[in-house]
């Protein structure tokens, strides 16, 4: 018995360990490949700064990247956690009334559908914050895949659950609370997975059309600043400053996602062997 | 024991607990799924609906439990007190419909909840009720962790924490392994002759409910209708020498019989 305990534990440790062995050594491999084109080709830094230059640089410029950096995941957060809140009441208020839905529905999709880069000057003129705006504009963005995931859960719930609800006079709240909301968690995650990776884009969009209208205080704004300096180190030092809010933002939504399910739903369940 | 011992001629002696009266449902689809059902089950009876895939079984026991209204003909609930459809009723589907994200304790502890009565006042009650379908080991593991028979087990608890005066089940073990089925059926009819609770019980298996019940209703499709009414007279408790008994196997030919006539009077048509 316990021996089969060990046994699973170090298989797991072992898939652990694989999963996080691989990915870095793609990036070593990638990073060095890197490092070795441009010493050995000599490229100007202008064009193509080294990795080992970005990361110079990234030090160097702090004081200019940090406080965009906070900028930007202020701005990305602000935007995820609105859309959370909106997303979610809208589907449960869509699932509780089919009037909701019918009046709601078409203008989140034409909402969603128009793109956010032609909705953005408009936006940029009618709201006197820009910061405001472009909190609009990252919402936009994030809380759609939050939305129709969310309403989707509420509504496919077992129909013999439903019945049963039924029988025991649950009536419309309790079988939203004990039932549609639990049910939707699952898929309220996939939301926010989704809505968390684009509210980054949504944050860096909204950035990028600002432009010089914000405070410019933004990654995205640093990083066609220093395009347009012809800053290359610095715009690429930004673009990874980037990337990795976008891959933390992945982590920290899975892990939330596999917390919540981990006990009860199949995706975030072990495989027994 | 002695009490266990019921002849059929008690079973139909009994005071109805409800009544179909001429009870038809046709749905918005055009499908007539019922006509002209009548019959009356004796509070405390075990009564089994026998008959083919859409027959309209499933419809009948939702139509008792309210869950939808019958198109023609009236439902009466003359062994009520009030006359009206008892609060306390237990269904078991086909399938064990648990809620994944919740214990086994708090899928038993459902109907209560929805009565709003709270976890620590009740837990007695659905440890009790985990006890006699033989789980309470399992009171805090998730419906994942179960085999199917577990599940089933789940659910009957389910059906039985509200103390049912009416328990309808829908092909209830009809998805399980033989060995498991019959080791279900044993003690449901344990379970029933000791607390005494009304069953309908629907069931496409002429030796399941030839096994459990006192009367069989033997049913032909399109639209359903009841073509057989078959007491089945031997006492309970009813062990495994009566599943070979003659008695057992007059009744599996009867049923059978009666089947087939349905079937065959189908087809003719
Ligand atoms: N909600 C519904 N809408 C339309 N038709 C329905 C509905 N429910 C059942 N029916 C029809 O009513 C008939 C009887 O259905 P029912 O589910 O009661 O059959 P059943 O005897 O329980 O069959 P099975 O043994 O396969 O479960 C079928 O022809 C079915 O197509
Ligand atoms: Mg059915």
């Known amino acids: 018995m316990s021996e089969r305990r060990d046994e699973e534990a170090t298989r797991t440790r072992r898939r652990w360990f694989l999963a996080i062995l691989v990915p870095v050594a793609t990036l070593v491999v990638l990073v060095g490949g890197w490092q070795l084109y441009v010493s050995l080709s000599g490229v100007a830094f202008y064009i193509l700064p080294s990795p080992g230059r970005v990361f110079e640089t990234l030090i160097a410029d702090w004081g200019i990247l940090g406080p965009a950096l906070v900028a930007t995941l202020t701005l990305t957060f602000e935007a995820l956690a609105l859309a959370v809140v909106g997303g979610v009441l809208l589907a449960v208020l869509m699932a509780q009334s089919r009037w909701a839905e019918l009046a709601l529905y078409p203008y989140a999709v034409i909402l969603q559908v128009t793109p956010v880069v032609a909705i953005a000057p408009l936006l940029l003129v009618w709201v006197p914050s820009t910061q405001a705006a472009l909190l609009i504009l990252a919402w936009i963005v994030a809380f759609f895949p939050i939305l129709t995931n969310t309403a989707q859960g509420l509504k496919s719930v077992d129909h013999g659950l439903l019945a049963l609800f039924d029988l025991y006079g649950a009536g419309r709240w309790r079988t939203l609370i004990h039932l549609r909301i639990p049910n939707a968690l699952p898929y309220f995650m996939t939301g926010l997975k989704i809505g968390g990776g684009l509210a980054l884009i949504g944050a860096v969009v909204a950035e990028l059309a600002a432009g010089s209208s914000g405070r410019g205080s933004g990654l995205a704004f640093r990083l066609i600043e ?4 012809s800053n290359a180190p610095r715009a690429f030092a930004a673009l990874v400053l980037l990337s990795l809010t976008g891959i933390a933002i992945f982590f920290a939504t899975s892990l939330i996602s596999w917390l919540v399910l981990r006990r009860w739903h199949e995706s975030a369940a072990l495989r027994e062997r | 024991m002695a009490e266990a011992a019921r002849p059929v001629a ?3 002696g009994r005071a109805p607990l409800v009544s179909l009266r001429g009870v038809g449902k046709r749905f918005a689809t055009g499908t007539e799924a019922l006509r002209d059902v009548s019959f009356d089950v004796g509070a405390g009876a075990f009564v089994s609906l026998l008959g083919p895939s859409g027959c309209g079984k499933s419809t009948i026991l939702r139509l008792i439990a309210g869950l939808a209204e019958p198109s023609a003909g009236d439902i009466r609930w003359t062994g009520t007190a009030n006359g009206a459809r008892p609060a306390d009723i237990g269904f078991v589907f086909q399938e064990p419909t648990l809620m994944p994200w919740a214990t086994v304790f708090d899928n038993v502890r459902l109907p209560l909840r929805l009565r709003g009565e ?37 659910s009957l608890a389910r059906a039985l924490i509200v103390e049912p005066q009416l328990l309808l089940m829908d092909e209830p073990f009809a998805a399980l392994d033989e060995i498991t089925r019959s080791r279900l059926d044993e003690d449901l009819l344990a379970l029933w002759q000791a607390e005494r609770w009304t069953v309908v019980f629907v069931t496409h298996s002429v030796f399941e409910s030839a096994y459990l019940s006192e009367r069989i209703l033997v049913m032909m499709p399109r639209p359903g209708r009841i073509a057989a009414d078959i007491a089945v007279g031997a006492p309970y408790p009813r062990d495994a020498a009566y599943r070979t008994s003659p008695a057992y196997n007059a009744v599996c030919r009867e049923a059978s019989a009666a089947l087939d006539a349905a079937m065959a009077g189908e087809l003719a048509r």
Do not use: H
């Not at chain 2, 837990?123 to 577990?150: C, H, I, K, Q």
């Open chain 2, 10 to 12: 008690a079973a139909e």
């Open chain 2, 118 to 154: 709270g976890k620590s006042a009740v837990r007695d009650r659905v440890m009790a009720t985990l006890r006699r379908v033989g789980l309470e080991a399992f009171a805090a593991a998730y419906p994942r962790e179960l085999s199917g028979g577990m599940k089933m087990r789940v």
């Open chain 1, 226 to 229: 220093a395009n347009f300096r």
